[in-house]
């Protein structure tokens, strides 16, 4: 009985173990994500900014970005 009692002991500190170790490294990549996710953000807020203000001071050169991202609503060719 004791026997059968250490035997579930080591079973559930193995899994115990296990999953702190599993956890720990998608922690490890979910912070990562969560890091690069607000970097990208941080970049479009400030590429988007640089576009508005292109678009008030030269509408022209907006638009010659537009057509060159391909936003201008026309189809292209794949």
Do not use: H, N, Q, W
């Not at 899994?15 to 490890?28: P, S």
Request: aromatic share 8%; with cysteine.
């Amino acid at each position: 009985m004791i026997r059968t009692t250490a035997a579930f002991a080591v079973a559930a500190l193995t899994g115990l173990v296990a999953l702190r170790i599993a956890f720990g490294i998608f922690g490890g990549a979910l912070a990562l994500v969560f890091v690069l996710l607000g970097l990208l953000v941080k970049v479009g807020c400030a590429l988007g900014a640089a576009y508005f203000a292109l678009s008030m001071i030269s509408p022209d050169s907006a638009k010659r970005v537009r057509e060159a991202l391909g936003f201008d609503g026309a189809r292209r060719p794949l």
